[in-house]
């Protein structure tokens, strides 16, 4: 038993840097069913910078009104190459499917004349199974 | 007796050796699946220079620079600017000023100057020129001070 949860820590361990390095956030699409009221989705923002970077996750909707979502955590500071993992619950708000985008949004360079701020974000479909 | 030991041994050993002989090949498959994927890293931000007549604060103008972001994607996504909604502009400043937000790129895709989403089909790399341009009209103008405006570029 005990060998058994050190391999699944090691997996674990292992698996979280394929999954998520080298991209601002992955994954870009999704598609998820769901039996409660809500859907959830674990993105992984990843920072490519060699600077630690403030990183904000925000939810829209398909006319990038802001959507009333858990996020955890929603403003974050992300080490330089580093990536974790943020947890969405998106709300169905009554509808039967709701498609949302999950935005990461940087500003690496803040304090310029014109800062540019990057925006990733990836497009997700909810389905309510009754 | 001894002649049907020595022969069954022989054979034995014969067979023994044919299936040692025996070689066996198995393919070990691999699978990986690469999801769309997009990342920009911001290499310099944009500067921007006053017209002489006032009445533009670009980074098309002499002296300005565009902002530069590496992009690489799987393809599959498209890549926009939103208006531009947030500023810092001198207290002087009084009038509006419109802000026109726009990209080009070059590498794997080749864009002209836009200021509308492209999609990106095919994988690749490129350098995306992100550019800012603030105008005012009539008989207003540009006052001495900073301004600051942001660009969002976005890939999805």
Same mark, same amino acid.
């Given at each position: ?8 820590? @090691? ?5 979280? /840097?394929?999954?998520? $390095? @080298?991209?601002?956030?992955? /994954? ?11 859907? $959830? ?23 990038f009104q802001p959507v009333d979502a858990r ?8 080490? @330089?190459?580093?990536?974790? /993992? ?8 009554? @509808? ?15 304090n310029q004349q014109t800062q540019i701020k ?13 | 007796?001894?002649? %049907? ?19 066996? +090949?198995?393919?070990?498959? %691999? ?12 290499? +310099? ?10 009445? !533009?604060?670009?980074?098309?103008? =002499?002296?300005? *620079?565009?902002?530069?972001? +590496?992009?690489?994607?799987? &393809?599959?996504? =498209?890549?926009? #600017? ?5 500023? +810092? #502009? ?14 080009? =790129?070059? &590498? ?7 200021? *509308?989403?492209? *999609? ?9 020129? #992100? ?7 009539? =008989?207003?103008? %540009?006052? !001495?001070g900073n301004y600051q405006a942001t660009v ?5």
């Amino acid at each position: 038993m005990k060998h058994a949860r050190i391999l699944a820590a @090691a997996l674990a361990v292992g698996l979280i /840097p394929i999954a998520a $390095a @080298a991209q601002s956030m992955s /994954p870009m699409r999704g598609e998820v069913n769901s039996f409660t009221d809500a859907f $959830a989705i674990r993105v992984f923002p990843a920072n490519p910078y060699d600077q630690k970077i403030k990183v904000e996750i925000h939810v829209y909707d398909q006319d990038f009104q802001p959507v009333d979502a858990r996020i955890s955590p929603a403003v974050f500071q992300l080490g @330089a190459q580093a990536s974790r /993992p943020v947890l969405v619950v998106v709300p169905f708000g009554g @509808a039967a499917e709701r498609k949302v985008r999950i935005c990461t949004e940087s500003i690496p360079f803040p304090n310029q004349q014109t800062q540019i701020k990057a925006q990733i974000c990836g497009k997700f479909f909810g389905h309510r199974k009754s | 007796m001894t002649l %049907f030991r020595t022969a069954f041994g022989a054979a034995l050993l014969v067979a023994c050796l044919d299936q040692a002989a025996l070689a066996t +090949t198995q393919n070990v498959i %691999f699978n990986g699946t690469i999801t769309a994927t997009c990342t920009l890293v911001i290499a +310099t931000n944009g500067t921007m220079t006053v017209s002489p007549d006032l009445q !533009s604060l670009s980074s098309h103008n =002499s002296g300005g *620079s565009a902002g530069t972001v +590496t992009l690489t994607t799987t &393809g599959g996504v =498209s890549l926009s #600017v939103d208006p531009v909604t947030t500023t +810092t #502009v001198p207290a002087a400043d009084t009038t509006a000023t419109t802000w026109t937000p726009t990209y080009s =790129s070059s &590498g794997t895709h080749t864009i002209a100057e836009t200021g *509308s989403a492209t *999609s990106l089909t095919a994988p690749g790399a490129d350098v995306v020129s #992100v550019n800012l341009a603030g105008t005012k009209g009539g =008989s207003n103008r %540009f006052a !001495s001070g900073n301004y600051q405006a942001t660009v969002t570029l976005r890939c999805e």
